[in-house]
């Protein structure tokens, strides 16, 4: 059994990059984002339930899911989130706990759960929770860059979220990822060279 390391963190924190960085390493990195993302693509094994539950509004014209129609349905209607969220939900686990098992060639596997605080379902398929943290004016500075939200709808999303004081609590690490790159590096190198020794006596 894989010595699993949950990661976490907000919306804009840069839980891809950190994960990246562990990925270089050595690590192997099952992110579940990724894994929602192939399943809502052209062909995703979610989307015949998906286009059952809520109709072509919802699609893109390659059958793949439309993540903004989707996401205005969500926030205009709280049953279309967690209709979404019953389909897709236990498809991710099984895809990730399935992924998991095979990363016996790496020494430790990073699991990326966006909302793992937030699910509970992940806590008992980790070892230790890693939290990417940073203030939250970068994270909503990041967030609009990229996906081009307005600061109000970034805010809303975070109010969706766990709160930072939440995922604090709730970490065995924390990586900050708000200074330089050089210094992330070296954080990151320094949880690596410890989750590997935890590995080898897990």
Do not use: W
Not at 41 to 57: E, R, T, Y
Not at 130 to 146: A, G, H, I, K, N
Not at 187 to 193: E, G, I, K, S, T
């Amino acid at each position: 059994m894989s010595f699993v390391i949950g990661l976490t963190g907000g919306i804009g924190s840069g839980k891809t990059t950190v994960a990246n960085l562990f990925a270089e390493l050595g690590a192997a990195v099952v992110d579940t984002d990724a894994i929602a993302h192939e399943l809502t693509g052209p062909q995703g094994a979610a989307m015949p339930d998906i286009a059952a539950a809520f109709g072509a509004s919802v699609l893109r014209p390659d059958g793949s899911l439309d993540r903004a129609a989707m996401r205005q349905l969500c926030f205009s209607d709280p049953t279309a989130r967690k209709r979404l969220e019953s389909i897709l939900h236990p498809m991710i686990r099984s895809e990730s706990a399935a992924r998991c098992e095979r990363a016996d060639y790496a020494p430790y596997v990073l699991l990326v759960v966006p909302l793992l605080i937030e699910s509970g379902a992940y806590r008992g398929r980790i070892d230790r929770l890693l939290v990417v943290d940073c203030d939250e004016d970068l994270q909503v500075s990041r967030v609009m860059e990229r996906s081009g939200l307005t600061a109000v709808e970034v805010r809303d999303i975070m109010a969706t979220q766990a709160s930072r004081a939440e995922r604090l609590a709730a970490a065995d690490d924390i990586v900050t990822n708000g200074a330089s790159r050089d210094e992330l590096q070296a954080h990151v190198l320094a949880l690596h060279q410890r989750y590997v020794e935890l590995a080898r006596d897990h």
